[in-house]
């Protein structure tokens, strides 16, 4: 895992957002995560279930770099809406296809901020019977976690900023880019402030 102090980012003049991770950095960090995932797993059969939408570029990324047998389905969590950037009540929609019972489960989401999202999907895909069960994430933001659990595999730590690109958006947009961006606090419009 890198820390984010560590890596040289520098600022797009053309764009409105501050480059967090740029796209070499987050192919090297996607690289890691993939034998991370390979040592674990040591050649079992894995079911990727990413979480919609912001992993959707990671997990299409992370399939094609691990070196395992891959079932993939998604699940359905959201608890920002709007133009809000602060965490509202969450909605799960978990029924992943394929079935997970029985099944090795590595379950992908873009970023860890307060915990709450990925908490509160392992304890009901626990409930579906899965043989093992495990967290990955990109991104775990520094000063907001308000839960006790850890994600297993985590590819970079990053500052308390609102982040966009490489799936991540703000109101829709940005997922697009291919680096990890910050808005600046001017290009926030917070209905809960």
């Known amino acids: ?80 809406r709007g133009p809000s950037t602060a965490p509202g009540d969450l909605r799960l929609r978990v029924s992943p296809t394929p079935s997970i019972a029985g099944q ?22 626990k409930e579906l019977g899965p043989a093992s069960l495990r967290s990955m994430v990109l991104l775990r933001k520094h000063g907001r976690k308000a839960v006790s659990m850890e994600p297993d595999h985590v590819g970079f730590e990053i500052p308390n900023e609102f982040v966009v690109g490489y799936g991540l958006d703000y109101q829709d947009g940005y997922r697009n880019l291919p680096y990890v961006a910050a808005l600046e606090p001017g290009d926030i419009v917070d209905d809960n402030p």
Do not use: W
């Open 104 to 125: 090795h489960v590595l379950v992908v989401d873009d970023i860890f901020d307060t915990g709450h999202t990925m908490t509160a999907l392992l304890a009901q895909l």
């Open 1 to 80: 895992m890198l820390d984010i102090e560590t890596l040289c980012a520098a600022d797009r003049d053309e764009s409105p957002v501050k480059t967090v991770l740029t796209a070499d950095q987050l192919a090297e960090g996607v690289g890691r995560l993939a034998i991370e995932a390979e040592a674990y797993y040591r050649g079992r059969p894995i079911t990727i279930l990413g979480v919609l939408t912001g992993s959707v570029v990671l997990v299409s990324d992370l399939i094609r770099r691990v070196n395992l047998p891959v079932r993939i389905g998604f699940v359905e969590a959201s608890s920002y």
